[in-house]
């Protein structure tokens, strides 16, 4: 299904970008905090209280989130913006691999910016208590709820001009505020789902609202689900 | 027989009215106040900004709708259960959205788009479009920081027993309300406008705007109850500066532990005053 020679273009398009270097300065702020925390800890300070916080309350919700949307959004919303997507859609490849391929571009590229930062965040906070475990949870939580902000923001890229303010809109307003103090709320949050599998391993910040098992079913349904809305919305609006 | 008509379609030099730069000023800061709300566009841009609008006004508008209906039946003092010092707080995540959706519209399809020379050409200078952009900004922002809470006042003068005496007992509420939503619309739109500034594409301005302001909050919530004398971190809640120095204006203590007032004051003022330098920058040489 994936289009290989586009995936290679899009990954590079959006990797080689000055954006990606600002995104990969927002990926780098855990690392700074970690450094922080690893310099500057209170004497007896738990540490994987801190790891959790930091990974359940800032990387999933906020920089994973806004990394993901970005990247998402560019992967299809620079062709429409250039005007390049009419090339990409007369070629003969089926509408639902281009979109496919276009969020495992933005995913990958999303992976490259966000993975080693919370490799090192994980190093640093934990110091000599690290183990894979606390490594491997967060980071499948991570690149699960990259995969579901990757799809939803591809298909916004197809269904509206602002696909970025609604983007925010729904981090921010939903995920962001009612969905943390709503408890049926946050069952339509893809950070919550996320952030659910990071608890399976580091539950000190918040409780998981679901198992992983589920956690990791929901989450590729709304990517599946996103992409087959993004190929459907690929041959019906107007380019 | 086929007619002819020739039409004279050539240059001519304009002879109309003549207003001056201030009138020119003016069109600007008013067009693009209009269009960051959505004025003649679709209604898809109008939505936000309007329904943003309105959820700012919801507590007040409950607080006084329940005063309406249920006054007689519900035993705690309604009058007392939003204090204008609170309204900030409880709408600022709301008033955040509005300036992060509205701001980024006011500079970054003029440079898209390349119609910075066109204003430049006219009667407005560089100093003028920097600072009509700024009012564009405020007017819309003054809209959810100051209207609310004075239609809160307002609502409070005429459900009072004694208005009269309600009005001389918070006399001094009517400028701190103005100051407050002042303090910050300026905030927004300062820090909104300079990050704007930054790039041509809406999109990007907007996640930048947005991570700039939550990202700090939430890296200094986590270190400031993590590290040694780590206090003072809590002064990078840039989402929550605005709050902060819109609730010092009134006579009320910050939680204990809680960074003093006159602190939050100043991070608002040097954020205020960078962003200013930002908007210079940006906007001094040929290349703007």
Redesign the interface.
Known sequence: MIVWPVYRLTLRALLLQR?TI?LGL?AA?PV??AL??AV????G?HHFR?YS??VQ??FVP??AA?VA??IG?SAI?DEREDGTIYYLVATPQSRLGLIATKIAAAWTATLVLLVPSLVISALLALEGEVDPSSILWPAAGVALATLAYCGVAAWLSLR??????IG??YV??WE??IATFAASASKLSIAAYGRALVAERLPEAAAPVVGPAPAVVILAAVAAITCWLGARALARVEL | MIEGKVHDVRFHRYDGPRNGRLAALWSMIRWSTLRALGAKRGW??KV?PIALTLVAFFPALIVLGLRALFASSISDNLATVLPYSDYAGIVG?VI??FA??VTPELLCPDRRDGTLALYFATAISRTDYVLGKVLAALLPLLLVTVLPPAILYAGNVLFATHPLGYVQEHTHDIPRIAAAGIAMALYFAFVGLAISSLTGR???A???Y??FL??PT??G???SN?????ENLRLMAFAAVPIHTAEALYPVAPDSGDPSNTAWVLVWLGLIAVSALVLVWRFRGDEA
């Open positions: 954006r600002l927002l702020a700074l905090m922080v925390y500057a800890a209170k004497a300070a801190f916080h930091l309350e800032l906020t920089i806004v949307l970005v959004v919303g509206t001009r602002r696909p970025i303010v925010v809109l921010l307003l962001g505020s | 898809k841009a936000i995540l955040l959205v992060v959706v809406r999109a990007f907007v996640g930048g947005l991570a939550i990202v939430i890296v919530g986590i270190l993590n590290i040694e004398h780590g």
